[in-house]
């Protein structure tokens, strides 16, 4: 229960205005602040880096301003300014130099989300790393597992996942977070991980991960778009609540460490509702096309970037967020230090 009436038996008639003027409360910014129930920290935030092959690459992608495709030399001043800032970890995408079938640049030891992560931990040891475990940006058809049939095969892709999982961690993750949304595979990567000596390494899952056109600018930043057809077959429909309930349930029984939903401003009742029902540390990820329409309203001079951004990520850690990943997470440790 996350708000009480403070007498239910008197319901709608419980007293006059004249005596609960809940007015008094917000008179005065001071009296604001001792009433304020939620505060954003820097510590709650999660940065997503997206790294790419080859040298002086900085390309910023065009429906995520402010986001850029980094080469490894150009991720060191990132990640400094990252660790400078405050912000506890990143997350990281990899854009690898071919994609197949199978995807297999995702579980290569010099694949380059593998060699991103050697590079963080020889320049900026104490952030901390959680990499995203999906096929999509890596398999030539932009499906999260293996296709057969035209249609993606679960346990075939539990395979790679483990076996990528396996590879991150080897190259110094400290954090794996699957999103394939395949049956199985929080319990597939729990098991690989702990077989191969990393049983110190937790798992993030996205564990309720709908299907949603917010996902569109993160898209084009990956490359990572289904060449055919759509993910409606493994991620959950938008309409649905109850299953996102019983992904996360799993996912626990699986061995999840956080369990996350996906996206987020869309999805603050299902939000709400898990970190209600389970004592997990639940995350959100505030996505691609979430950011993309502050800053293109902002952009326009439609919206004020500063303050909608602060609204809707206060919005996302009061449904029950404990983390945030977030590509605003830059900007939003400035405007916390700058508020002293
Ligand atoms: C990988 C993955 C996706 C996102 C995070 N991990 C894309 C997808 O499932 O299509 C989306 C993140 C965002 O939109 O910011 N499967």
Redesign the pocket.
Known sequence: MLWRRTSPERGLHMSSYSQNRLRRLRESPAMRRMMRETRLSVDDFVY?IFVTHGRDVRKEIGPMPGMYQLSLDQLISEIGEVSELGIPAVLL?GIPADKDPLGTEAYEPGGIVQEAIRVIKQTTPELMIVT?L?L??YTDHGH?GVVADDRVDNDRTLELLAKTATCQAEAGADMVAP??MMDGQVGAVREALDSKGYKGTPIMA?SA?YSSA??G???VA?E?APQFGD?MGY?IDPANIRQAMREIEQDIEEGADIVMV??ALSYLDVLAAASEAFDHPMAA?N???EYAMVKAAAQNEWLDSRLVTMEILTSIKRAGADIIISYHSKEVARWLASEG
Request: glycine share 4%.
């Open positions: 997503p995408f995203d999906c999509c940006e999260c999103s394939a996205y991960k917010f996902y600018p993160f898209r990956a990572s993910r991620q996906k996206p990820y996505v691609s096309g």
